[in-house]
């Protein structure tokens, strides 16, 4: 029920900027011609309609970046680079990001390469992968119990599926427990990170735009972010950060 | 012409250095010629140069002044491609004694050549309003207030203190060292500093003077003050300063004597007495900088700075010189600032940074800027960005680190001409790439995913049917299982499908009562024989009535004598149907109808 009124106005939104687009141009021509606040606008609709779209989301945090708005940028490019992670031009341009906000890409301490593999596929894919080895595996099972004269054949595909299940189960799951269930953005310039949901908290200390945080817990208007980098965590009001969820 | 050609080779073959000295150029001046026994003077070095780092002049020996050092400024130019500096070089001096005094050549030298500056005469003149040293006797000063002097109260002593005994490494210390005396001093006193190692030291000038009561005990007082700064964490001593002055003494005077007239030509009325007064050595503990928060750009800088930057022209073309000055100002050992890191700058070629100092000492706290001058050249043309320059410092009022950060500077660059840019060009390693500039990537303008990912991702939102391969395994799973069951308990399995199959025959002959009415009988006298025989473990086909009642009897004790002759009415009637069709029957219950209701009595009684 609560749907299809967010389609109906994300439909809206992209009927109004079509019109938009005929007199102005294209969000594309308006990046090339460096109205980057217009080319916002007109990618932020785009991807109103085509939220899975890691190319809407990459072209949109350039927009955002040009246009001076670093943490929405981040938060843009690592929808992108959640959805399409092999694509160079997505990881080079979180990485840019992150380091003028004074973060790598890659965490201390983590071999490039590795962090890489890790990141080979997306969420969506490892689940998939991960999906079709299970089917194939009880597939191929209920085969060979019903073929007993042909369990044999069966069986060695029936291990490599499973194997196959085993390890891209594990690796969804690695991913699942050693990532963040929800990230954020900071966007605005200088973050007041309190130690307790509420103005009447002291300030615990401050987190520059643009740094990638985890969600940990709700309480109204306040979020409860924990920095892995520092170890630290604090509450902070929910407009100051922008959260990355599944697209 | 030839013989110019000629010298101007040889000129050329002559060491750097020598020709480097031979340009150097050192001035020495004084604010005043002459000055009272109570002032200072004030000497300036000017050291000039075509050459970045100049050597530093040295002072001639000068015992008749206290010599402070106080500063110095360094400026830098760069004039068509050609550097020249100039170091100037301040000394506070304050005069010992009266008369005349000479300030020797002040020297510099390099590669090996002496450059010096004249002499100059300086006239020291007793201050106006006091007695001068060696006219006359002085006696004790009386107190101002009018109190008795306590009589401990020593003639001379020596005080040195510190106005904090904790600082952190690097934090000024401000140590103080009074010589207070109540008696006329024959001469200017000379001062020995403290011993000071674990510091870097700084002296504060001038020399403040004046009147203090102590002890009841009116004191004129000279103080010298240096500012410190702990080079390491730990525990620090302050040695003892030492003050060499020369009092009157008393000379109880016998004219009969015989030695007074050697005594009254060789020393006058008045006895001079050498004093040499030290004074206690201090202790200091610092602390050491917390390692916590530290910035990844920290070089050591405490106290309070900011940081500017300037560029001198934004609308440059590609291939002409930019100076960047970054200055970093405030107070704390600005000496000990380290070199500025600057930000990459793909875009330009960045050439040696110099830097430069200027020191300060209002209210006896250090501080002033140091200049950091750099001269960029942009590579190619269009908007370019020198990027936030950070400079990081611990505050120890705050008690942590603060990193001062400047604006990015933004520049317009015109495309250069071809010597310039080419110029540029050849700074790049041939066959390699000459990174220039840092931005992101451009658009996506017709990139989706593979159909490889959209098929992944279609299967990962498949939602509840990802439950039907696993409804699928176990059902084959339990199917399996039961015929793997059924197939080894044969007996078992006949037990549970006897009613089954009786019933299925039951169905048979409902269907061919009317056409095959002997085929109907016999199949339903096969349904009671097979589901005794499924029921009893007996073989169907030898079964008899006798055999049947006496298994009934020991597998179904619950049946009793009117269920067994039920049955054996039943077997005799259907014997008598498919033997004689044709027989008379009874206006009975039909055989099918009575057979299903004792089949239903005998499943509930016969257990396995």
Redesign the interface.
């Known amino acids: 029920m609560t749907r299809t009124p967010a389609l109906s106005a994300a439909g809206l939104s992209l009927l109004f900027w079509a019109a938009v687009c005929s007199a102005q141009g294209t969000p594309?021509e308006l990046?090339a011609a460096a109205d980057y606040s217009g080319a916002v606008a007109g990618y932020a609709a785009l991807v109103a309609d085509q939220p899975?779209?890691?190319?809407l989301h990459?072209?949109l945090g350039?927009s955002l970046?040009?246009d001076g708005q670093l943490g929405r940028a981040i938060a843009e490019y690592q929808r992108a680079f959640d959805?399409?992670p092999r694509?160079r031009?997505i990881r080079?341009?979180l990485g840019?990001?992150l380091k003028r906000a004074g973060e790598d890409l890659v965490p201390p301490g983590v071999p490039p390469f590795l962090h890489y593999l890790f990141h080979l596929l997306?969420g969506?894919?490892l689940?998939?992968?991960h999906?079709?080895a299970?089917?194939a595996?009880?597939?191929l099972?209920?085969a060979a119990?019903?073929r007993r004269s042909a369990a044999g054949a069966i069986g060695w595909w029936g291990a490599g599926a499973l194997a196959a299940w085993l390890f891209f189960g594990g690796w969804w799951g690695a991913r699942a427990a050693l990532e963040p269930s929800e990230r954020a953005v900071v966007i605005k310039a200088t973050a007041e990170i309190r130690s307790g949901p509420g103005d009447g908290f002291s300030v615990a200390f401050t987190a520059p735009e643009g740094r990638r945080v985890s969600v940990l817990s709700e309480n109204g208007r306040w979020l409860e972010i924990g920095l892995d980098l520092e170890g630290a965590k604090g509450w902070v009001l929910a407009d100051s950060v922008e959260r990355v969820g599944e697209p | 012409m030839t013989t110019s050609l000629l010298l101007a080779a040889a000129l050329s073959l002559l060491p750097a250095p020598l020709r480097a000295a031979a340009d150097i150029m050192i001035r020495a001046g004084v604010d005043k010629t002459s000055v009272a026994l109570n002032d200072q003077i004030v000497l300036e070095v000017s050291v000039a140069g075509p050459s970045t780092s100049m050597p530093e002049p040295k002072l001639p020996s000068l015992p008749n002044f206290s010599v402070y050092s106080s500063a110095n400024s360094h400026n830098i130019s760069f004039i068509n491609g050609k550097v020249s500096s100039s170091i100037v070089y301040t000394y506070v001096l304050v005069p010992r004694f009266v008369g005349k005094a000479v300030i020797g050549p002040v020297a510099v030298t390099t590669g090996g050549t002496t450059v010096q500056t004249d002499p100059i005469e300086i006239e020291v003149v007793p201050p106006a309003g006091t007695r001068v040293p060696g006219q006359g006797p002085a006696s004790p000063r009386p107190s101002p207030s009018g109190a008795r002097p306590s009589p401990g109260a020593p003639d001379i002593f020596v005080m040195a203190d510190v106005d904090k005994k904790k600082p952190f490494v690097n934090e000024q210390v401000t140590l103080s060292v009074k010589f207070f005396t109540s008696v006329q001093l024959l001469g200017n006193p000379q001062y020995d500093t403290p011993k000071i190692s674990g510091f870097l030291a700084e002296d504060l000038p001038p020399e403040r003077h004046g009147n203090i009561e102590h002890h009841g005990r009116s004191y004129y007082y000279s103080e010298i003050k240096t500012a410190l700064f702990p080079a390491s964490a730990g525990k620090h001593v302050v040695g003892p300063a030492t003050v060499r002055a020369q009092i009157q003494r008393d000379v109880t005077i016998d004219p009969y004597a015989p030695d007074f007239f050697q005594r009254f030509f060789s020393q006058g009325l008045v006895g001079a007495e050498d004093k040499v007064l030290s004074s206690e050595p201090v202790e200091i503990r610092a602390d050491p900088l917390p390692s916590e928060g530290k910035p990844p750009d920290f070089t050591g800088a405490v106290g309070r700075f900011s940081v500017s930057a300037a560029i001198d022209r934004t609308e440059p073309k590609a291939g002409e010189a930019v100076n960047l000055t970054v200055t970093v100002q405030g107070t704390g050992n600005i000496k000990a600032l380290g070199d500025l890191k600057l930000p990459d700058m793909p875009s330009f070629r960045v050439y040696d940074t110099v830097s430069s100092l200027s020191l300060d000492r209002t209210k006896d706290v250090v501080n002033g800027s140091k200049v950091f001058k750099t001269v960029l050249v942009p590579k190619v043309s269009g908007p370019l960005t020198i990027p936030s320059i950070t400079f990081s410092y611990f505050d120890p009022s705050k008690r942590q680190y603060v990193q001062a950060s400047t604006p990015a500077l933004r520049l317009k660059v015109g495309e250069g001409d071809a010597a310039a840019s080419a110029a540029v060009a050849a700074s790049a390693p041939a066959g390699r790439l000459s990174a220039v500039s840092?931005?992101?990537?451009?658009?996506?303008?017709n990139?989706?995913?593979s159909a490889l990912?959209r098929?992944?991702?279609?299967?990962?939102?498949?939602g509840n049917a990802?439950t039907a391969?696993?409804l699928?395994?176990a059902a084959?799973?339990s199917m399996?299982m039961y015929q793997e069951r059924e197939a080894s308990d044969p007996k078992g399995k006949r037990f549970r499908g006897a009613l089954k199959a009786a019933r299925k025959r039951l169905t048979q002959a409902a269907a061919l009562k009317a056409e095959d009415p002997k085929r109907a009988s016999s199949l339903l006298s096969e349904a009671l024989t097979h589901y005794l025989g499924d029921k009893l473990d007996a073989p169907a086909s030898g079964l008899t009535l006798r055999r049947v009642i006496d298994l009934l009897a020991a597998k179904a004790p619950g049946l009793g004598s009117r269920e067994h002759d039920e049955v054996r009415e039943m077997w005799e009637e259907l014997d008598l149907l498919r033997f004689a069709p044709s027989a008379p029957r009874g206006k009975g219950a039909d055989p099918a109808e009575k057979l299903a209701s004792l089949l239903k009595i005998l499943e509930k009684a016969v257990r396995r």
């Open positions: 594309a990046y899975r779209s890691a190319s990459y072209n350039n970046f040009k959805l399409r694509d031009d080079h341009n840019f990001a997306s969506r894919e689940a998939g992968l999906w079709l299970c089917w595996t009880l597939i099972a209920s119990l019903l | 840092e931005d992101i990537r451009y658009l996506k303008l990139a989706e995913s990912s098929l992944l991702e279609a299967v990962a939102s498949a990802h391969p696993f699928l395994f084959v799973l399996t």
